[in-house]
């Protein structure tokens, strides 16, 4: 049975709660990450951790808090945010002892007012005018781990919270050209990322100047297609030209003892990532894991009928279970006796496990174990041996099955369109991405916005120039741009 794509929204919120990932929390927009959640944003975490050091960057933290007055120093940035910042006032509470009623003590008024961080470039800004003073103290690669708040008018869990979880990482460079160079090697480490450890295939992109972040001179893009045919935004990478460095007196003496701004960029992907892994690989049975990132590789589920058989099947299984681990794979055996092994393939399905082994009697006897594979249900039996020493290979080709899987559908659901008329009816009908010529004006990026739901996801940065009509006026236009409607 197809994945209920007049439904999706119902399939993919029964997916992330019944899988363990995550659940609403009493807050409307924020999320509670489940122990299966958590380790599987551990394990997209890790790996994006080590290439970040990898490329000289370092970890730091900034406050959860930011003066308002901070944000009002970049118009454009206020400007972007505005809509979407939560605002303390008050630094107490205040008790009715009658009504036993909660407010805020009128009394406790906060000099200024703190903004919950959205994004953290201006506290950030704040502080690098204290740590850079020449040429020496350039490049300064910064990341940080955290949590950002932006009041959201239509939540779903992972895709868009009013809190999630990201790292942003802010630069400092002496040169333009340099920024610009950090701003591509990031939004290069991000797709490399995606492709290889979350399976899917992405295309890297700049934004129109509507769809830029706030304060930023170029953004760069990674953009995905999910199995509803809708876009998401995956990752940016921002070169921040001088702006924040100018708002915040941000100047280093270069070795002509001369004082210059700074030139910057940021760059960030969130939890919003484990979205694009449910809706790029998942089916009607629950998750597809990549291998790579899946907190669990391998479930051993030892099945048995009589009462003696138990004991040494469920040996059987860990001794299985200790073989794989000394290989780094991860892996659980589930024996619990609660459950029945039907219940427990459907749980372990739902979990989007990549490979379930399944051992009992016989199995221990002929020291065998059966294999069946998450992505395609093919199953087969072999000796317990082969299956260790071929279980890296298997792995890696579910890996690369994922991959070649999503990168089918994207291809599939790609259309070079000419006709404004038929742009409207494959968005309509099918979804995907339209590459279609654009005049470059606001005004138009704006009218199709309104007309057909679908925006300007990015201009491609690896597409050839070709000479053409927009397909809404008509007027020139040097290259196709992609259109989707998105998350």
């Known amino acids: 049975m197809p994945i209920p794509m007049h439904d999706i929204s119902q399939w993919y919120n029964e997916i992330v709660e019944k899988a363990g990932l995550a659940e609403h929390s009493p807050v409307r927009g924020a999320m509670t990450i489940k122990p299966y959640g958590w380790a599987l944003w551990e394990n997209i975490q890790r790996p994006l951790d080590e290439a970040f050091k990898a490329t000289g960057h370092q970890n730091a933290y900034f406050p959860l808090f930011i003066p308002l007055s901070f944000l009002a120093k970049e118009a454009q940035h206020v400007e972007g945010f505005?809509?979407?910042?939560?605002?303390?006032?008050?630094?107490?509470?205040?008790?009715?002892?009658?009504?036993?009623?909660?407010?805020?003590?009128?009394?406790?008024?906060?000099e200024e007012?703190?903004?919950?961080?959205?994004?953290?470039?201006?506290?950030?800004?704040?502080?690098?005018?204290?740590?850079?003073?020449?040429?020496?103290?350039?490049?300064l690669l910064i990341n940080q781990w955290a949590n950002v708040v932006r009041w959201e008018k239509r939540p779903r869990l992972f895709l868009r919270t009013s809190e999630f979880l990201w790292q942003e990482g802010h630069t400092a460079h002496a040169t333009a050209e340099e920024a610009l160079q950090e701003a591509h090697r990031m939004l290069n480490l991000y797709a490399d990322f995606?492709?290889?450890?979350?399976?899917i295939p992405v295309i890297k992109g700049r934004k129109t100047p509507t769809e830029r972040f706030a304060g930023a001179v170029e953004t760069f893009t990674i953009e995905t297609l999910l199995i509803d045919g809708k876009a998401l935004q995956a990752g940016t990478s921002h070169f921040l030209g001088q702006n924040f460095a100018k708002a915040f007196d941000v100047?280093?003496?270069?070795?002509?003892?001369?004082?210059?701004?700074v030139w910057a960029t940021s760059w960030g992907v969130s939890t919003r990532l484990i979205g694009a892994?449910?809706?790029?690989?998942?089916?009607?049975?629950?998750?597809?894991?990549?291998?790579?990132?899946?907190?669990?590789?391998?479930?051993?589920?030892?099945?048995?009928?009589?009462?003696?058989?138990?004991?040494?099947?469920?040996?059987?299984?860990?001794?299985?279970?200790?073989?794989?681990?000394?290989?780094?794979?991860?892996?659980?055996?589930?024996?619990?006796?609660?459950?029945?092994?039907?219940?427990?393939?459907?749980?372990?399905?739902?979990?989007?496990?990549?490979?379930?082994?399944?051992?009992?009697?016989?199995?221990?006897?002929?020291q065998t174990v059966e294999v069946v594979w998450r992505n395609t249900n093919e199953r087969t039996t072999c000796n317990y041996q082969q299956a260790i020493e071929s279980i890296s290979t298997w792995l890696e080709n579910f890996q690369k099955a994922l991959y070649q899987r999503a990168q089918e559908r994207?291809?599939?659901?790609?259309?070079?369109?000419?006709?404004?008329?038929?742009?409207?009816?494959?968005?309509?009908?099918?979804?995907?991405?339209?590459?279609?010529?654009?005049?470059?004006?606001?005004?138009?990026?704006?009218?199709?916005?309104?007309?057909?739901?679908?925006?300007?996801?990015?201009?491609?940065?690896?597409?050839?120039?070709?000479v053409g009509a927009c397909i809404y006026t008509g007027r020139p236009s040097q290259q196709r741009v992609l259109f989707a409607k998105a998350y």
């Open 251 to 261: 100047r280093f003496l270069t070795q002509n003892n001369e004082l210059e701004y």
């Open 410 to 466: 994207l291809n599939r659901h790609t259309h070079y369109i000419d006709s404004y008329v038929e742009m409207r009816r494959i968005l309509e009908e099918k979804g995907g991405f339209v590459l279609a010529h654009w005049d470059g004006t606001a005004d138009t990026e704006l009218k199709i916005k309104e007309e057909t739901g679908a925006t300007i996801r990015c201009i491609p940065l690896e597409a050839e120039s070709e």
């Open 194 to 199: 995606v492709e290889n450890y979350l399976a």
């Open 277 to 366: 892994v449910i809706l790029s690989h998942g089916d009607e049975r629950g998750l597809i894991l990549p291998p790579r990132i899946a907190p669990l590789q391998v479930v051993i589920i030892p099945v048995w009928r009589k009462e003696e058989e138990k004991d040494k099947v469920s040996a059987y299984a860990h001794a299985l279970a200790d073989h794989l681990k000394k290989k780094n794979i991860r892996t659980r055996v589930d024996d619990d006796p609660q459950h029945r092994p039907g219940w427990k393939f459907n749980e372990w399905e739902l979990k989007g496990v990549p490979l379930r082994w399944v051992v009992g009697p016989k199995d221990l006897e002929e």
């Open 82 to 110: 505005a809509q979407e910042c939560a605002v303390v006032t008050h630094y107490r509470i205040h008790t009715d002892s009658q009504s036993r009623a909660v407010k805020p003590d009128p009394e406790a008024i906060l």
């Open 113 to 139: 007012p703190l903004v919950v961080r959205p994004t953290s470039e201006t506290i950030i800004w704040h502080t690098f005018k204290k740590w850079i003073r020449s040429y020496r103290d350039l490049p």
